[in-house]
């Protein structure tokens, strides 16, 4: 044996569909949204200001720098709130509470930008997302954020 492991270098948007196909019941959804990497991550990932003009249940979200790390606290469009602990830099956004699940991952591409969500629901005390309408959901958020650049 070498000593030396293999080591696998994942771009965002490869990394968030690992992370999925471990998670029971979610489900990536993807597509190149022809503006330049900089303008879309500008826009996903500023999570006070941009977050909710894509993502079709956000009304508000404030983030915060703790001793641990981000943490975000949001506000869904029907007055339901969540305190997510947040992964954030460029090109990858994951965030998780205690009920709720959102990962974003962008990369550069002829075209555009490669864009990828995934998310949902989570049940307590169990590891994974309740199936239902994810893709949808994730789908349409991807169609609302092409929407800003066409």
Do not use: K
């Amino acid at each position: 044996m070498s000593g030396s492991w293999p080591v696998a270098e994942l771009d965002p948007v490869r990394r968030l569909h690992v992370l999925a196909s471990a998670i029971s019941g979610a489900a990536v959804a993807s597509r190149v949204i022809p503006a330049p990497f900089e303008q879309v991550w500008e826009v996903a990932g500023d999570l006070e200001r941009g977050l909710g003009t894509f993502e079709p249940d956000m009304r508000s979200v404030r983030v915060e720098q703790t001793a641990s790390g981000l943490v975000a606290h949001a506000r869904s469009r029907y007055g339901f709130r969540a305190r997510f602990e947040v992964d954030l830099r460029p090109g990858w956004v994951w965030m998780q509470s205690r009920f709720l699940l959102i990962g974003l991952a962008a990369v550069p591409v002829a075209g555009g930008t490669l864009f990828a969500a995934t998310g949902g629901v989570r049940v307590p005390g169990r590891a994974g997302l309740v199936p239902l309408l994810v893709r949808r959901a994730n789908e349409r958020a991807l169609e609302r954020l092409a929407a800003r650049f066409s």
